[in-house]
Structures are given as C-alpha cells and as structure tokens.
C-alpha cells in the first residue's frame, strides 16, 4: 500500500466526493471531457479492496451482474464491457460463470475501466491508489485521505460494504476454485491481463 499523498499535488480549493458509483456505471470520463482537465485540478483518489474480499461481499449480498438486482453493479450486456463483446463466444462464457463468478467479473471490468481512464488522462488527472486487505489498510488509507483534505480529520474505520460471509478454511478454498476456474473460463490474452494486473494483490 501506498503510504501518503504526493508532495506535488496541492491541497484543493474545492473538494468533489465521489464514492465510486460515476466510474463503475462508465459516466466519470463525461464531465472530465466537458469541463476538460486543464481548467481543474483533481485528485483522484482510488481505494482498491482485495478482490476475493470483494467478490464475496457482492455475492453474499446478492447484488449480481445481470440478475436484475445490481445497485450500481455494471452488466456487460446493458452497460458494455471491456473485457467482453456482444459476440457468441462471450454469451457461452458468461453462461459458464457461477454468481460468485459473475462478481469476478464486475470487479476486473471496474480494474480495466480504471486503467483505460488513467491512460487517456496520462499527466493531466493526479492519481493516488489504496490497496485494502485488512482492518488496518483501511484505517491507515482514511487518516492519509484526511490529513490530506483538512490535516486533523480521523477515519472511522467503518464500512458498510464489509463483507459477512464466513471465512471458513472450506470457505476460502472453494473461492479459490471459484477464482481459478474463472480465469480458465475467460482465458483473458495478455493485453487485457495487464489491465485488470493491479488488482490481483
């Protein structure tokens, strides 16, 4: 994890929240185009959770790409997709994905969404990037936002996304069969691999 916020980006005049909803429906690179990035300074800030973590979360919560009850999670075949076509050949694959694989797949198209949209702003945008494993990755990334923004706010620590599903030895090593049958499933070429890499800490 990445421990502070670059010297060289300034403290902001004005501050946008965005929780991440804008990137993961593909909306966040229309206002970017329309205001255009040499008029306004902004700090994005990307906080990327453990994808094992995530997955389950999504999956134990019911929110499933495709099943009608998605709460801001993408469908490839109403929102497009990066990492899928409308072709044949991806309808027979995502046949084979069970839910949890499905929320696989949500998960690497928001990666690959993230590192098309940091490509196209390349030394225009400031990116800072979190990675969030455990309690305390999150409670470290919160202080680092925070003295960032005012210099004397404190995280909380909580989440409402934390996930409740257990973590049983049994538990995790079907997620793990899940998460390899996956990647046999989607047989992803090396292009695409490198832009879904960073999330596979």
Not at 138 to 144: D, F, K, V
Request: glycine fraction near 6%.
């Amino acid at each position: 994890m990445q421990s502070a916020i670059p010297d060289d980006v300034p403290a902001p005049k004005a501050v946008h929240v965005d929780l991440g909803h804008h990137i993961l429906m593909g909306l966040y690179p229309i206002p970017l185009e329309q205001i255009g990035t040499d008029a306004v300074t902004i700090l994005r800030i990307r906080i990327r959770r453990s994808r094992t973590n995530t997955a389950t979360s999504f999956h134990s919560s019911k929110r499933i790409p495709c099943n009608g009850n998605g709460d801001f999670v993408l469908c490839s075949w109403d929102h497009g997709s990066v990492l899928l076509d409308n072709g044949d050949e991806a309808k027979i694959k995502w046949g084979e994905l069970n839910k949890y694989q499905r929320c696989l797949w949500f998960i690497d198209e928001v990666e690959a969404r993230w590192t098309l949209l940091q490509e196209r702003h390349t030394g225009k945008l400031h990116f800072k990037e979190f990675n969030w494993s455990t309690d305390e990755d999150l409670n470290q990334t919160q202080t680092h936002i925070a003295t960032f923004l005012s210099g004397n706010v404190r995280g909380s620590g909580k989440n409402q996304h934390t996930s409740i599903a257990d973590f049983t030895p049994k538990k995790a090593t079907q997620c793990r069969d899940w998460e390899q049958d996956y990647d046999r499933i989607m047989s992803y070429n090396a292009t695409t691999r490198k832009l879904i890499a960073r999330q596979r800490f």
